[in-house]
């Protein structure tokens, strides 16, 4: 059965209360201060609150005695008659609340004023001929800064202050964006409306960290534009682009440009696999060699075991657990540190300023009592590990097929898939290189371990850490160097170069230039010619489009948020409310 309830509502002084009474209901009465209202210096409440289920409406007045006329500011007394307006409000106690203001009409006293009667404004509560208060349009504003259109209007009508998705947008569309600071740094990149079609750019302060304006393409023109405008920029720290080079030189010639450092790191490796797309030959045969150099297992050799290693000797660290060892050595030391300035009495946020952390890191640390290990988490037992005596035993009798095995196993009762099979396997294989050359039993697969990398591969092999290649990769890179003199002349300028624009050597560059541009960098080094001053200023400042990139990132999630409204308009309005 359902139950019918009233809404009453009685002004007692400055405070409102609002009740629903049933014929079961005890509940106390809700007090709502017109405090909270933010209008109690301009309305008041006049005769009662008539809160009809499922909004409240509360009808107010303003206290001024007179109001100046709009055409000439005389300001007049003399009262014409009145009318009600209506405007939506916030929300009271969850539902949607409206205003009914009583508007005064004045007679204008001035004689030669072409206005002879005028409406009353009400400032700092809503706009002329409005629907809703200043508050609530500020809210709404920024409920489609942070949401977008229809997830907005969704939120908004939860909290009861309903909306429209349009009319959300309205809201975004009519906002006025904040008016941009002096810009001394400036940080441009690009953004891709359709990646690989169309492409806007967006341009960050690079000393306050935050999107200042987002233009429609990535020609120089608009670039220019926007410079004239801003003649404040000394610094535009930009990739290699063309257009960003032309759009700074028209638009602020005196401003230094500087060339972003990974994109010059990025322009290398293209340039080595452009070389190594000219080298398929010395890839394949560099291939077939390290392929070559593995000489298969004798049968003896296969069924010998392996003799097992000392209990006493420890196994050899890896690269990355030594570099794990010695990071959590550093945090140690720190963390020893700021326990020493803890007990001398500093306070969290001065030790933080001194050893440049974070406030909220000192106090993590001091809580804990250590610092963080930040070592991984035990995988515990793996289902196959009933079954890792037979694998070793059908391993070691030829069987390196991780099908065949996982169909071994499912006979025997396993119950997990064939990829966990295959996992050991792989692993296996990597500690057993001559089981690389076998595939479901004895059968030779040298054509597949001939195949020569990708030149896209062959770069990361020729430009990585060495430490971290396995056998085979190091034999691959040993035979390619060595037969050919031409890529071997190419790693060695392109290491050097990565080494002096990652310790910004500035001194060096030119003596590299004069040895790439008589070798196969030749495009390359020209390239770096034409825009010396940039990639010079690079390897000595230390501005770089790093936070460019990140504002970018965080500009994807907006965009990718609003499907398909996201029209340049509506989307710079959001970006730049969000900054």
């Known amino acids: ?38 209008f109690l210096s301009t ?91 200043d508050r609530l349009r500020v809210i709404h504003r920024s409920i489609g800064l942070a949401l977008g259109g229809n997830p907005g209007s969704r939120h ?10 349009t009319t959300l947008l309205h809201r975004v569309r009519a906002s006025a964006a904040a008016p941009v600071p002096p810009v001394t740094v400036l940080g441009v990149d690009d953004w891709a409306w359709r990646k690989g079609h169309r492409y806007g750019t967006i341009l960050c302060d690079l000393e306050r960290r935050r999107v200042i304006d987002l233009l429609p ?28 080079a032309d759009g700074a030189r028209q638009g602020a010639p005196e401003a230094k440009q500087i060339a972003d450092r990974w994109h010059l790191l990025r322009n290398s490796s293209d340039a080595l696999r452009t070389v190594l797309e000219q080298h398929h030959r010395a890839l394949r045969d560099a291939a077939r060699s390290a392929a070559q150099s593995v000489k298969p297992p004798t049968p003896e050799e ?64 001091l809580r804990a009592g250590h610092a963080p290990t930040w070592r991984h988490a035990d995988r515990g037992a793996s289902i ?27 006979a025997k009762g396993f119950a997990g898939q064939g990829g966990v099979v295959r996992q050991w396997a792989t692993r296996r294989r990597r500690q057993d290189p001559s089981a690389a050359l076998k595939v479901g039993g004895n059968t030779p697969t040298s054509r597949k371990a001939a195949e020569p990398p990708t030149p ?29 003199p031409t890529i071997a002349t190419t790693v060695a300028l392109i290491g050097r170069f990565a080494r002096m624009v990652k310790d910004r050597v500035a001194d060096a560059l030119d003596g590299w230039l004069r040895e790439a541009e008589v070798s196969a960098l030749a495009p390359f080094a020209a390239g770096l010619r034409r825009d010396e001053d940039a990639v010079r200023a690079a390897l000595s400042e230390p501005w770089s489009t790093g936070p460019v990139e990140g504002q970018v990132n965080r500009f994807k999630v907006i965009k990718r948020e609003m499907y398909g409204r996201a029209g340049f308009d509506l989307l710079r309005a959001r970006v730049l409310g969000h900054a």
């Open 1 to 38: 059965m359902s139950m019918q309830f009233k809404v009453n509502a009685s002004v007692l002084g400055k405070e409102i209360a609002i009740w629903e009474s049933a014929s079961t209901s005890t509940e106390p009465p809700l007090i709502l201060s017109l405090q909270s209202l933010g």
């Open 43 to 133: 309305l008041q409440v006049i005769d009662q609150i008539d809160p009809i289920l499922p909004r409240v409406t509360l009808r107010t007045q303003t206290t001024t005695s007179s109001a100046a006329c709009p055409a000439c500011g005389t300001p007049s007394r003399r009262v014409h008659g009145s009318y009600w307006r209506r405007l939506a409000d916030l929300a009271c106690f969850g539902r949607p609340m409206f205003l009914l203001v009583r508007v005064r009409r004045f007679r204008c006293a001035a004689v030669a004023c072409p206005r002879r009667t005028f409406a009353e404004a009400l400032s700092g509560i809503a706009l002329p001929r409005a629907r809703q208060t």
């Open 156 to 165: 908004a009508t939860t909290i009861g202050v309903p909306i429209s998705r």
């Open 217 to 244: 393409d990535r020609s120089a023109a608009p670039l220019a534009a926007w410079l004239k405008e801003h003649p404040t920029v000394a610094v535009v720290v930009r990739d290699r682009a063309g257009a960003y």
């Open 302 to 365: 296969t069924h010998r075991p392996e003799p097992a290693t000392p209990p006493d000797v420890p196994r050899p660290m890896r690269v990355t657990e030594r570099r794990s060892q010695a990071a959590q050595e550093r945090r140690d030391a720190c963390f020893a540190e700021v326990a020493r300035l803890r007990e001398q009495g500093w306070s969290q946020k001065a030790i933080a300023r001194t050893l440049g952390l974070g406030r909220k890191t000192v106090r993590r640390w």
């Open 384 to 410: 196959l590990d009933p079954y890792r005596t037979y694998l070793e035993q059908r391993w070691q009798a030829g069987c390196h097929n991780a099908a065949a095995l996982w169909r071994e196993l499912k």
């Open 456 to 484: 896209r591969r062959a770069v990361r092999l020729l430009t990585g850490d060495r430490e971290k290649h396995s056998d085979e990769e190091r034999r691959f890179v040993a035979a390619l160097l060595e037969r050919s």
